[in-house]
């Protein structure tokens, strides 16, 4: 017979692939919300330099206003604006949340309790995923994209570093450990009978 924590482990198992591609399937409507609040922090916060954020499949383009240097042969039409655009892959920072819904499903509760705290989770979990893409798309151009479009951004060498935290933080921790510590508050009690049932 399995212990309550094996039981919990293999219930998770069999959540997680279920979760994992129920995400992928619909990412484009999962992410609508990240992409709406990732268009407007940037185009808000840059309005100069990020003229769009626009899904295309299950990836964000990045649409910016760059004036070229002048070269030979390079001439921009008058009335129109030269544009750099890059892709950035959201669904990178967005794997918290099928772990954190197999989670919810392999815990109990009721099925009132388990919805409360998934859209709960999923909000905190979007503003997360929002966090990653918002600093990929500074590191893209503060490093990626060249000294011209470096010098738009007009950001102190401090700021740069707060933009390399940030994207450090976006990449590897949030998306890891926020979905744990939202499990944990909400089933505080149920992971403590499985520790002493462990003991």
Not at 17 to 27: D, H, L, R, T, V
Not at 30 to 41: E, F, H, Q, S, Y
Not at 63 to 91: H, M
Request: net charge negative; glycine share 8%.
């Amino acid at each position: 017979m399995l212990s309550p924590v094996s039981r919990f482990s293999l219930h998770i198992l069999l959540w997680l692939p279920i979760c994992f591609g129920a995400w992928y399937y619909m990412a484009g409507v999962i992410a609508l919300p990240v992409n709406l609040l990732t268009d407007w922090i940037m185009t808000g916060l840059f309005p100069e330099l990020i003229r769009e954020v626009s899904p295309n499949r299950q990836l964000l383009d990045v649409v910016c206003a760059f004036t070229p240097p002048e070269q030979p042969g390079l001439v921009v039409p008058e009335g129109q604006v030269a544009e750099i655009v890059f892709s950035i892959n959201s669904l990178i920072y967005g794997y918290s949340i099928p772990l954190y819904s197999a989670l919810i499903l392999a815990s109990p509760g009721n099925e009132m309790q388990k919805w409360l705290r998934w859209i709960v989770g999923f909000v905190v979990l979007s503003l997360v995923q929002v966090w990653g893409v918002s600093f990929d798309i500074l590191k893209t151009l503060l490093f990626d994209l060249g000294k011209e479009v470096n010098t738009l951004l007009a950001l102190t060498p401090m700021q740069k570093e707060a933009v390399v935290l940030g994207y450090q933080m976006g990449y590897l921790v949030l998306p890891a450990v926020t979905p744990l510590i939202l499990w944990i508050g909400f089933h505080r009690d149920f992971l403590l009978e499985l520790v002493e049932r462990r003991g």
